[in-house]
């Protein structure tokens, strides 16, 4: 046999080898939690590790500050870059990942697929309970010293510099009947959205649009996203309060301007409705809606295998 012969037949054998090698990568995941929650939480630190133990890929739960205050007091401008330097250094990342969102946390997760750069790749997007198009009524906080700051700031000029710069969720509270006001003033979802016209990024649209998978799940008794059709990204027309416009109905979605039309076309988004209040969702709905957009991808090898159906000549 000659020497190409033999280069030929080391080859073969190469290949025949790697076909029978079953390779598979771990593609980790981070979650982001909502407001008036930490990864330290028991609720979010058991949910990270359930969604681990289901999918049997490893996640992170990626904190935001100190947490709980952080979540209310901090805009969700800041809250993004933080999260962009995380997961620029978590190396476990490097390769790509997926993300799971809660509440709040899907807004910074949106901000962290449309506004990083130089990050590494996102996959699949799993929102549980997101408030995409907005909210037209902020939630009062509770009891305790930062809780009473909040409150005391929501009930202030939601669109003032002062309140956009100091309480996290008037980033995302948009008024039906005050749309001007909220396209000049509100710092955070009209950018997020791509509704300021002559303002529209396509590199945002298009980063957006690259998902592989995007995962919107609604929760039917939600009473804090309101209207709840938001985690679809549906919501009011402009001036009005009702009807309440489905995603399809909206001029985000029909004029496409963050590409979720496009993601839509393509099969890649799924609209899911399950029962429950706020982020409550049962065992069962997980491991059906979540669990196997984070569960291991087959490597390129595998990929190659199947692709591969006849031997290779001498």
């Known amino acids: 046999m000659g020497h190409k012969g033999l280069k030929r037949s080391c080859v073969a054998v190469a290949v025949a080898l790697l076909a029978m090698v079953h390779v598979s ?10 407001i008036s929650a930490q990864c330290s939480n028991d609720r979010d630190a058991n949910f990270t590790q359930l969604l681990t133990n289901l999918s049997g890929s490893p996640g992170f739960c990626v904190e935001i500050g100190n947490g709980v205050a952080d979540s209310w007091l901090m805009p969700l401008t800041r809250q993004v870059e933080i999260a962009c330097e995380k997961v620029k250094q978590m190396k476990e990342l490097s390769q790509g990942y997926n993300i799971v969102g809660r509440s709040q946390g899907n807004l910074v997760a949106r901000g962290l ?8 790749p996102v996959y699949n997007y799993i929102s549980l309970a997101g408030p995409h198009a907005g909210i037209s009524s902020v939630p009062m906080c509770g009891s305790g010293l930062f809780c009473k700051l909040a409150d005391d700031l929501i009930k202030g000029d939601i669109y003032s510099d002062f309140i956009q710069d100091h309480l996290a969720p008037s980033g995302y509270l ?3 009947t005050d749309m001007k006001k909220y396209l000049e003033s509100s710092k955070y979802l009209p950018r997020l959205n791509n509704e300021i016209p002559n303002q529209r990024n396509s590199t945002y649209k298009e980063r957006f649009a690259s998902l592989h998978n995007l995962v919107l799940v609604k929760f039917q008794d939600d009473k804090v996203i309101v209207p709840k059709d938001s985690s ?11 009807p309440l416009l489905s995603a399809q109905q909206t001029k985000l979605y029909t004029e496409d301007w963050i590409g979720l039309k496009t993601l839509d076309v393509a099969g890649k988004v799924k609209f899911v409705s399950v029962a429950g209040e706020h982020i409550r969702m049962a065992d069962e709905d997980v491991v059906k809606y979540v669990v196997p957009y984070l569960q291991n991808k087959q490597s390129s090898v595998q990929r190659l295998n199947r692709k591969t159906k006849e031997p290779l000549r001498p």
């Open 113 to 120: 697929i449309e506004f990083c750069d130089g990050g590494p």
């Open 25 to 34: 990568v771990s593609v980790p995941f981070v979650m982001f939690h909502g």
């Open 232 to 242: 679809w990204f549906g919501f009011y027309p402009d001036g009005e309060f009702k």
């Open 174 to 176: 948009k008024i039906p």
